[in-house]
């Protein structure tokens, strides 16, 4: 079952950052975070992961709370192309089932 | 880059047939995972495989099968096919833990 709760829909400005929350208060020691996203009906797109520490790469920055039971994934400068469905799952280390719960659909607006 | 390859990438059939769905991951990935996404819906885990073996199995129907073969590609296989089974398809592979995701195969039950 999922783990993470995320807002049902977000819009965004074209060219303005992108803040999606994701609160996951349950999770363990051992779990990482995980974002995906989906663009209609297309195979879902790995963004980026964390354990503890904030990541970015050149796709999204990823910040996590100190006490691990919230994050952020940060589009730093929202395109249209950046409109779809994103995942925010917990999963342990080695884990095998990603269960994606309802996502955020994020609208980027011109 | 090599990603995840899905055949067919369409495939329609009637109630109570059967179908196969193949998979192959992206070169050196040893897991494999198959994922049910119905109209609307969330995508849901089904079953994966490590090294040829199963690794772990989630909602998956006793209709349904798969195996993984000594080249590492995949075969889900449908049996007695219902209505409810029209749905995205989709498999992904991995190396470590990020999971890559092929296009899906769109099944549609008549």
């Known amino acids: 079952d999922a783990k993470t709760t995320q807002p049902p829909s977000m819009d965004c400005a074209e060219g303005r950052a992108a803040n999606l929350p994701c609160n996951h208060s349950t999770i363990s020691g051992n779990e990482y975070v995980y974002w995906y996203r989906q663009i209609h009906s297309q195979g879902p797109q790995y963004i980026i992961h964390?354990?503890?520490n904030n990541e970015t790469n050149e796709m999204a920055s990823l910040i996590i709370t100190e006490d691990r039971k919230s994050s952020t994934l940060i589009l730093p400068h929202a395109t249209l192309r950046d409109t779809a469905v994103y995942y925010c799952i917990v999963i342990p280390i080695r884990g095998n089932q990603f269960y994606f719960g309802t996502g955020t659909s994020l609208t980027v607006i011109p | 880059a090599a990603g995840v390859i899905q055949s067919p990438r369409h495939l329609i059939k009637e109630k109570r047939e059967t179908a196969t769905l193949k998979c192959y991951p992206i070169?050196?990935?040893?897991?494999v995972y198959w994922y049910q996404q119905g109209p609307g819906q969330d995508p849901q885990f089904l079953i994966s495989?490590?090294?040829?073996?199963?690794?772990d199995k989630g909602s998956i129907p006793d209709r349904f099968s798969a195996q993984q073969f000594s080249d590492y590609h995949s075969e889900l296989n449908m049996s007695s096919l219902e209505l409810g089974d029209s749905a995205l398809y989709f498999c992904a592979s991995s190396l470590l833990d990020e999971q890559y995701f092929g296009p899906g195969t769109r099944l549609t039950v008549t």
């Open positions: 495989f490590y090294e040829k073996m199963q690794s």
């Open positions: 964390g354990l503890k």
């Open positions: 070169p050196r990935h040893d897991t």
